[in-house]
């Protein structure tokens, strides 16, 4: 199960953060990254917009709104290098962000919205892209059909296909990646990427031995 996290806010087209990270994502499946912190809440906003939902896995971290601003505090409430979560603003867009957690003060995240001093990604996301984003967010709530398939990956681990989604041409697969090595692992979304994926989501790039992440990937499906 995941929580969403709904962020009421207001209007908040002139707020900016001095010295905050500046994420530019040039494509809603595309992943950006920054740094949080690990015990004190980190400030993300999208430019000229206000957050609507910041989703993700439960039990990975807390939000807190800003009514006045159309801010989120968000704060890490596990021990995980990394995790992911979906922004979403009130226009519908939706940025995916990578989180690496560090022993750090209070962070500040601005995620320049499409459209926000930049005219070539000024148009909504297409349709098909939300269907990508929709699907992801699917699985990341558990949805779709439940499957028990071990499918062959690397040496030193299992790699479990435990659920699957079908959403207009679209399939999303949930798989459980688990190290059986007496190694770290570190993996990097592109790995992942073959012929048709549209969308690759980890939720923890870092595994030490013994341990499982899940592992999210979306594809056309050949009509």
Known sequence: MTKIFLVLALWASSFQCFGAQTLVQNSPTETVSAVVSRHEPN?????????????GAEGLFTVSPEPDTGAAWIKPSTDKPMFSV???DEDGQHYKVLLKVEDIPSESIVIQGRGVNNPALSQKNEPRNDDIINTVMAMYSG???????????WRGTKFKLERVVDLRGIRGDTYLLTNTSDKQIVMAEPEFYRKGVQSVSIENPVLEPGQSTHIYIVSEVEQ
């Open 43 to 55: 400030l993300i906003t999208v430019n000229g917009r206000k957050i609507k939902r910041i989703f």
């Open 86 to 88: 979906f922004v979403t």
């Open 143 to 153: 949805e779709g059909d439940a499957k028990e398939e071990i499918v062959p990956l």
